[in-house]
């Protein structure tokens, strides 16, 4: 028997793997596409990269790996991989970080895509819903600021407006002098609840609660409407006592669901006004002491530059301007119509809503610029 051939020199002769070699025909045979097992010795050069398909997953790994292209894609070494079947993507489950080709549509990703305008327009409603009800718990806590604040218009009703009921000449349209002033006892008192709610701006800002509202996502504008909106709440406890002394005083006041719903909303809409009016004062003074002598001074000239207690064409031509510029008169005007039974408003029920409700958007947009400046 003749001698086994000598390796060749620098390493071992090439050995086939039958594992490796799914084209083999016969021993020592390889077909076409064959691997083969390394030489000993011999340099291993690596395989080459095919090419990336976006958004492809391969099973088992951790992260987003090289994937087989499509036929005719160019690989990264240059070449074609021929015969490469398509990979179907893997279904966002909302987890994934954007591909490695930096696919604009990834969630997470730079080109992530913001919410649409219902979704924004939900969050800015849960924001603004979320600041009335800290001021509305503040209130459930603190239930003896209502009974307080219904004694102001308990004298009102009961001493003025009997005294000034027995007068034969004022000029109140056909309605009697209380049903006339009731109205305008509630506008009045939604004005005295809101005008002074910018003070609690002031002192949010000295406990440092005003700084963490503004380290919060929520807009500024979000901010200023939920506070103005939580003092709509405490002027319905105001339209409620109201009510109950109107109807017990004799006054002949609308039960119909219809003249309620929209007396509390005119309540709700005069109080947002008023406040918003006074979170603007608070953040242009700053101090306790000066908004309390501002607050003083706006009180009086937009209750009684108003149609409150007597009628526009009463009133002198300076204070008849003035009083077709006041917030109040728009919104006496309205509760004048919806509340008692026979009252009209002069100037049209959507004329005034449409009023107020321009007063509180521009005195909104004015409150959320000068907002910051609470802070400092």
Not at 200 to 217: C, F, N, T, V
Not at 235 to 242: E, K, N, Y
Not at 306 to 313: D, E, R
Request: hydrophobic content about 50%; some cysteine; glycine content about 12%.
């Amino acid at each position: 028997m003749s001698p086994a051939p000598a390796a060749p020199p620098g390493g071992s002769r090439e050995q086939p793997d039958p594992h490796l070699d799914p084209g083999r025909t016969g021993p020592g045979e390889a077909g076409p596409g064959a691997a083969r097992a390394p030489v000993a010795g011999a340099a291993v050069q690596p395989a080459p990269w095919t090419a990336v398909e976006p958004g492809v997953r391969s099973p088992g790994a951790t992260g987003w790996i090289q994937a087989p292209a499509s036929p005719g894609t160019p690989a990264a070494s240059g070449g074609a991989v021929p015969g490469a079947a398509p990979a179907a993507p893997l279904p966002d489950d909302g987890e994934s970080g954007p591909t490695a080709t930096g696919d604009p549509g990834s969630r997470g990703g730079p080109g992530a895509t913001a919410p649409g305008p219902l979704a924004a327009a939900a969050a800015f409603v849960r924001q603004t819903l979320t600041i009335v009800e800290a001021e509305v718990r503040k209130l459930r806590h603190d239930p003896f600021e209502l009974v307080t604040r219904a004694v102001q218009p308990a004298l009102w009703m009961l001493v003025f407006g009997q005294v000034m009921g027995r007068l034969r000449g004022m000029p109140t349209g056909g309605l009697p002098y209380l049903d006339f002033m009731a109205p305008g006892i509630l506008a009045q008192s939604t004005l005295f609840v809101a005008i002074f709610y910018g003070i609690a701006l002031i002192w949010e800002r000295d406990l440092g609660i005003l700084h963490k509202y503004m380290a919060s996502p929520a807009p500024r504008t979000a901010l200023v409407l939920g506070k103005a909106l939580s003092a709509g709440v405490r002027a319905l406890t105001q339209a409620v006592v109201i009510y109950l002394l109107a109807a017990a005083t004799g006054v002949a006041v609308r039960s119909d669901p219809a003249a309620l719903v929209g007396v509390l909303a005119l309540a709700v809409l005069g109080a947002a006004v008023f406040s918003t009016l006074s979170l603007v004062v608070a953040c242009l003074v700053r101090t306790r002491e000066r908004f309390m002598g501002i607050g003083q001074v706006l009180t009086m000239p937009l209750f009684f530059a108003s149609n409150a207690i007597y009628p526009l064409h009463l009133m002198p031509g300076w204070v008849h301007g003035i009083a077709r510029v006041n917030p109040l008169t728009y919104q006496v005007d309205a509760l004048r119509g919806l509340m008692i039974r026979g009252g009209a408003s002069q100037f049209g029920l959507g004329h005034d809503v449409a009023v107020l409700a321009l007063a509180l958007a521009f005195l909104v947009a004015v409150a959320s610029r000068l907002y910051p400046r609470a802070v400092t």
